[in-house]
């Protein structure tokens, strides 16, 4: 029934042998629990009680991105041996943390289920990735009541998200971490760069002022745009579309895990970059600026003049960029500036949940068992509080609010990832939140405000207020999309060569480089991927 193109046509397929890629092979989507003898004398709709813990030492391996935070062990620190003694000891469980680099997350996890060492939650931000690892059949169906026994808190939390979005072809698949209504993604730019070549950034009010605004930078000597190479995440194109978008045309060039080349949104999104890098307006090796570090370090050094990143609170961004140009000065770069002039200032909504999770196919059931009781007791808020904010006292003290005010001058052994420790207790919710709205609101500012640039964050939440009703979330189809599966991997690498060549090419050659790139992208694969999500759109299958 599921097919394993998706390893098949892997990058690192060729450092694999056949022997490995066909462990995963095999039809592993049985019904969950069948992959061990059941528990003695329990009958139908029964589970095994495990609240004074397992009788023998259960192991789960927890998946934990790693982010290169410099002095950060995303496996052994204070908070993972803190899981250890107060959860895992108490359940006899030996709780595992795996790290998964963020910037190659689907290469880490292929590698690792192929050597059948992946973790027993596989997850994804995107759901078109999650459908493809489920169409690899290496996570198993679900039984939703065995989640509800095991985590009540966590089912109350998310059982109704979890019914409504994790079944695919008619079987329990998917659960889900829970996405509040919130983002802290900023783009900042060199104030002092807009201000020093006779504009303010509230002039910024398209892509047209924003150009007019680089050839300034250019002319004074000041630096560039910054710029990275695509990948991952291909939601490039947004504001270049028209509005409002077809919800037809919307499920078939939306698409995280496939970049859209041929369309016409995308043809004016290289034409404006191709234009920027003739002109020296953008950085010109912005093909070779590949993770978050290497964009960000054009920005600190005063080479580039904006960057795009999560804010918090702890974030050394500012600190950094300060110590090479002390004259800096920031702010948030209006969401307007990129967007051509008619257009709407368009953006990926996220679906309502965080996480997409699904459970190992070689998972055992005492595993999967202990898996919902990490869950349930991660969901419990104090617990969500102290990985969120650290040990009173220390990292943190209460306010008359009751929200934890931050000790920006705390180093010791509790210190806490430079994220907050997201990457831990994303696992059930996105965002920390607190009993109220306001409060958590407050709290969120906090979160995300570094001492001295609290108005950052007043100015990035007025920004994404603004903008709410022009963010649309990608189509979620309810089907395997087994073109996509088969192809995406060698096309998202197509894509680059393409759209870097054409990036590349003189102002004059672009349109003839342009059809070319088309043509060819389309022949490698991605015409049969519109043929079928356009038979998956006539269907009616997606939401």
Not at 25 to 52: C, H, K, M, V, W
Not at 54 to 67: A, C, G, Q, S
Not at 512 to 517: F, I, L, P, R, V
Request: hydrophobic share 35%; net charge negative.
């Amino acid at each position: 029934m599921m097919n394993k193109k998706g390893f098949v046509s892997l990058m690192m397929a060729s450092a694999m042998t056949a022997g490995l890629l066909a462990g995963c092979s095999g039809n592993n989507n049985e019904s969950a629990g069948s992959n061990t003898a059941p528990a003695n004398n329990l009958a139908e709709g029964e589970f095994a009680d495990y609240s004074q813990g397992f009788k023998e030492r259960v192991t789960i391996d927890i998946p934990v991105y790693e982010r290169a935070f410099e002095g950060w062990n995303v496996t052994d620190n204070y908070y993972t041996r803190w899981v250890q003694s107060e959860f895992g000891d108490k359940y006899n469980i030996e709780v595992n943390y795996v790290p998964i680099t963020r910037s190659s997350e689907v290469t880490d996890y292929e590698q690792l289920l192929a050597s059948h060492k992946a973790p027993d939650i596989i997850f994804h931000y995107d759901m078109p990735q999650a459908l493809t690892y489920y169409g690899e059949d290496v996570m198993q169906p679900l039984n939703y009541e065995e989640i509800e026994n095991y985590a009540p808190t966590y089912w109350g939390n998310m059982g109704e998200t979890i019914q409504q979005y994790g079944t695919v072809d008619d079987q329990n698949i998917f659960f889900f971490a829970a996405r509040p209504e919130a983002d802290n993604f900023v783009n900042i730019i060199r104030k002092d760069w807009v201000e020093k070549v006779g504009m303010k950034v509230e002039d910024l009010t398209s892509l047209e002022k924003y150009n007019e605004m680089l050839v300034k930078w250019k002319e004074a000597g000041l630096g560039v745009t910054g710029g990275n190479l695509l990948a991952n995440n291909f939601n490039f194109n947004y504001a270049f579309r028209e509005w409002p978008v077809d919800e037809n045309y919307r499920a078939l060039y939306s698409d995280l895990s496939v970049a859209d080349l041929p369309s016409a949104d995308t043809e004016r999104f290289l034409r404006n970059l191709n234009y920027q890098y003739n002109n020296g307006l953008v950085d010109k090796e912005f093909y070779l600026r590949t993770d978050e570090n290497k964009i960000k370090s054009e920005f600190v050094a005063g080479k580039t003049g904006n960057f795009g990143f999560y804010m918090t609170n702890n974030t050394d961004v500012f600190a950094a960029t300060l110590a090479n140009n002390p004259d800096a000065e920031f702010a948030v770069m209006p969401p307007y500036a990129l967007v051509p002039e008619g257009n709407k200032p368009q953006q990926r909504a996220y679906w309502p949940f965080g996480f997409i999770m699904g459970i190992n196919y070689e998972t055992t059931d005492q595993e999967r068992a202990a898996v919902w009781m990490y869950l349930e007791w991660l969901s419990q808020p104090e617990n969500l509080f102290k990985f969120q904010n650290g040990v009173e006292g220390e990292n943190y003290t209460l306010d008359a609010d009751g929200i934890a005010v931050k000790n920006a001058d705390y180093t010791g052994e509790a210190v806490l990832a430079q994220n907050n420790n997201k990457d831990y207790w994303a696992l059930v919710t996105e965002i920390a939140q607190y009993p109220d709205a306001e409060t958590t609101l407050k709290a969120n500012k906090r979160n995300w405000s570094p001492a001295g640039y609290e108005d950052l964050v007043d100015q990035m939440i007025q920004y994404y207020n603004e903008t709410a009703e022009f963010r649309t979330p990608d189509a979620m189809f309810t089907v395997v999309l087994e073109k996509v599966n088969e192809y995406k991997t060698d096309l998202n690498s197509l894509f680059q060569e393409l759209y870097v060549k054409t990036v590349l090419a003189p102002e004059a050659e672009f349109d003839a480089t342009y059809a070319e790139a088309k043509e060819t992208y389309l022949n490698a694969g991605y015409q049969e991927i519109l043929d079928e999500k356009q038979a998956a759109i006539d269907a009616g299958s997606f939401r």
